[in-house]
């Protein structure tokens, strides 16, 4: 209900319809992380050879054009490690973790920082995203084919009642929607070349609309 000068007035019937829009675009980016994971009696020793291959991973990676400002360290852990015989804890050693995450630029580039790091010492790719750049942009791309997806599903709706839709909706509600990543996940190190295929992104948007008619 609503009320002008003083005269309720009934709310006018709507038409609520959702609209969807999608983008299917190359991805122009790449984060890989990756690193190396080693074990030892002694944690000075063990901290010692992490430290030496990871310089050795990274002034590899320099090397490819890869800046350093698209390097940095996003895991360093030291674990201690321990067997467990007849119910007791015997101390192993340790664990020390170092991962790298590397912004790729060209993504045609990341199946061989993988072979690189690897060459140079890395045990361990614990993930690759593919990503653009600038998602907001073919964001609003979508909300602009959502939207026209709505209008068109009202027109077809009011059709059929026989009535006609003001053209503006009354309101119009956006609901969240999250970039579809097609290849995000664990890799098991290998030396020879390794063929990475980064497919596609599906940006989406949803909105709620409700069109008033007469």
């Given at each position: 209900?609503?009320?002008?000068?003083?005269?309720?007035?009934?709310?006018?019937?709507?038409?609520?319809?959702?609209?969807?829009?999608?983008?299917?675009?190359?991805?122009?980016?790449?984060?890989?992380?990756?690193?190396?994971?080693?074990?030892?009696?002694?944690l000075q020793e063990v901290q010692q050879e992490s430290a030496m291959i990871?310089?050795?991973?990274?002034?590899?990676?320099?090397?490819?054009?890869?800046?350093?400002?698209?390097?940095?360290?996003?895991?360093?852990?030291?674990?201690?490690?321990?067997?467990?015989?007849?119910?007791?804890?015997?101390?192993?050693?340790?664990?020390?973790?170092?991962?790298?995450?590397?912004?790729?630029?060209?993504?045609?580039?990341?199946?061989?920082?993988?072979?690189?790091?690897?060459?140079?010492?890395?045990?361990?790719?614990?993930?690759?995203?593919?990503?653009?750049?600038?998602?907001?942009?073919?964001?609003?791309?979508?909300?602009?084919?959502?939207?026209?997806?709505?209008?068109?599903?009202?027109?077809?709706?009011?059709?059929?009642?026989?009535?006609?839709?003001?053209?503006?909706?009354?309101?119009?509600?956006?609901?969240?929607?999250?970039?579809?990543?097609?290849?995000?996940?664990?890799?098991?190190?290998?030396?020879?070349?390794?063929?990475?295929?980064?497919?596609?992104?599906?940006?989406?948007?949803?909105?709620?609309?409700?069109?008033?008619?007469?």
């Open positions: 209900m609503y009320q002008i000068s003083g005269i309720p007035k009934q709310t006018p019937p709507l038409i609520t319809v959702y609209g969807e829009g999608s983008l299917s675009i190359s991805p122009d980016q790449a984060a890989v992380t990756l690193g190396v994971i080693i074990e030892g009696e002694q990871i310089t050795r991973v990274i002034n590899s990676l320099l090397q490819l054009g890869i800046s350093s400002e698209n390097i940095q360290t996003v895991v360093y852990r030291i674990d201690v490690q321990y067997d467990y015989k007849d119910g007791r804890q015997i101390f192993r050693g340790y664990q020390v973790n170092h991962q790298l995450q590397i912004l790729v630029d060209n993504i045609e580039l990341t199946g061989k920082i993988v072979d690189t790091a690897v060459l140079n010492g890395a045990n361990s790719v614990t993930n690759i995203e593919f990503k653009v750049a600038h998602p907001t942009l073919y964001y609003h791309k979508a909300l602009t084919l959502a939207m026209k997806d709505a209008h068109g599903k009202a027109r077809v709706l009011a059709n059929e009642l026989n009535v006609r839709i003001n053209p503006v909706p009354q309101k119009v509600d956006e609901l969240i929607s999250a970039p579809i990543v097609p290849f995000s996940g664990p890799l098991l190190a290998k030396a020879e070349t390794t063929p990475i295929q980064p497919g596609e992104i599906t940006i989406t948007a949803n909105i709620q609309t409700k069109y008033s008619f007469y």
